[in-house]
C-alpha cells in the first residue's frame, strides 16, 4: 500500500519552508509549497506510439472482420 508523502505536511512541522502559509495552496505559476524540483517531459516515446496505433488499426480490422462475417456489413 503507497502512503502519502505529504499527509503530514502542515504549515509550522519541521521540513516546511518559510512561505507555507495556510491559505497559500501553490496556485501561482513557479510556486511549489512542497518544494519539489521542477520536471520536464521526456522525449516521445515513439515506439510505444506506434505499437498504440498499431493495436488500434488490428482492433478496428478484428472488429470489421466480425460485422462482415455476421453480415452486419453488405
Do not use: Q, R, Y
Not at 4 to 18: E, L, R, S
Request: proline content about 4%; hydrophobic content about 45%; charged content about 20%.
Amino acid at each position: 500500500m503507497s502512503t502519502d508523502p505529504h499527509a503530514d505536511d502542515a504549515p509550522g512541522h519541521a521540513d516546511a519552508i518559510a512561505h507555507h502559509a495556510t491559505d497559500d495552496h501553490g496556485d501561482d505559476h513557479g510556486h511549489d509549497d512542497h518544494a519539489h524540483a521542477e520536471e520536464s517531459l521526456g522525449p516521445i516515446d515513439l515506439k510505444a506510439w506506434g505499437a498504440a496505433v498499431l493495436g488500434l488499426v488490428l482492433g478496428a480490422v478484428v472488429a470489421v472482420s466480425f460485422a462482415v462475417a455476421t453480415g452486419a456489413l453488405g
